[in-house]
């Protein structure tokens, strides 16, 4: 009867000691270079794949980092899990991800302890509605447990985007253009990221004694923008001055400019717009779209990096991830400020 494959075929086969074996496959950095590679070549030729729940016995590490995420169908959720997917793999972790049905506090409650008996090493919870955020201080999950939000949200370790700085930069880009205000189309409510956004939208027109608008509502997806454009074609025809808009995401963007091209808004010579968040299809719009740009890949590493040190216990105190503003075609001065 054929036996599987162990560390000690390894071992025979490398010509090295099974503790050899195990320091390669568990990524001890005590090993030479040359014995690492005779190993790895080795593995390679058995075809020898490790038990994961026998090494977890063995070192107390499964290596495994759980996920707790709603709305992976929306785009920055969905960027967020693959740039923690790429990062933990390049640490030498595997990633278990459970998909929450809805961003609730007692539905991410209950992945954060589905997840712990599924003996993680750490839990990365991906909070950006305010009852989630609210529930998770109640939580006890024995492993270490770091949020990935808009912002810090009194959590003993979060890791987040600097949205307010994104939404300023927006805003201060039309401001500069020199136009008179900026209308805004703002996410769901109780979303942290939408919140974060309208409140340095705010801030940024204050700032500068301009009028605030009455602020537009969606969900993140196409028919809200596209309803929010004709919303303010309807402003703009009733004697409002609307020359610029900053939207909370690129799909709601998407749907606005095709509201404006139905009404014959033309952008940016009528209506300058910026978006949030560069989808890869951002470059391709009509017209490109001016956008702030969100590094999930970064943002990853540090989620992966902030997980180490609390694994090891170390001190880490992640920055928050600085956004950049992409300036494409759909945003210009005002007509009545451009020469000639």
């Not at 967020?80 to 929450?100: D, I, K, M, P, W």
């Amino acid at each position: 009867m054929d036996r599987s494959l162990g560390m000690a075929d390894v071992a025979a086969r490398a010509g090295v000691s099974h503790q050899t074996v195990s320091r390669v496959v568990n990524a001890h950095p005590n090993v030479a270079a040359a014995t690492r590679k005779r190993v790895l070549e080795a593995i390679a030729e058995l075809g020898y794949r490790p038990n994961s729940a026998a090494r977890a016995l063995v070192t107390g590490s499964s290596r495994t980092i759980g996920l707790a995420i709603a709305n992976v169908s929306q785009y920055g959720p969905a960027q967020t899990l693959l740039g923690l997917e790429h990062a933990a793999r390049e640490a030498g972790y595997s990633l278990n991800v459970s998909v929450l049905d809805d961003d609730s506090g007692g539905n991410l409650i209950e992945a954060v302890e589905r997840l712990v008996t599924q003996s993680v090493d750490a839990i990365v919870a991906l909070s950006t509605y305010e009852g989630a955020v609210r529930a998770l201080p109640v939580v006890n999950p024995r492993v270490p447990l770091i949020t990935v939000q808009a912002e810090r949200g009194g959590q003993d370790l979060a890791v987040w985007v600097d949205q307010e700085t994104g939404a300023a930069l927006a805003t201060r880009h039309l401001l500069e253009l020199g136009h008179h205000t900026v209308h805004h189309v703002r996410g769901p409510a109780n979303a942290l990221e939408a919140d974060a956004r309208q409140r340095s939208w705010r801030i940024e027109l204050e700032s500068v004694g301009a009028t605030v608008p009455a602020v537009l509502h969606g969900d993140w997806w196409p028919p809200t923008g596209y309803l929010a454009g004709r919303e303010l074609i309807a402003r703009r025809r009733g004697g409002e001055e609307v020359t610029a808009v900053f939207v909370a995401n690129d799909q709601m963007a998407l749907g606005l400019l095709s509201a404006f091209a139905e009404g014959g808004i033309r952008v940016p010579e009528d209506i300058s717009v910026v978006g949030f968040d560069d989808v890869p299809e951002a470059p391709y719009y009509a017209p490109p779209l001016t956008t702030v740009r969100q590094d999930f890949a970064e943002l990853g590493r540090r989620v992966v990096q902030a997980v180490l040190a609390r694994i090891s216990g170390t001190s880490f105190q992640p920055e928050p991830v600085q956004p950049r503003l992409m300036v494409r075609s759909t945003t210009a001065p005002p007509r009545h400020h451009k020469k000639g």
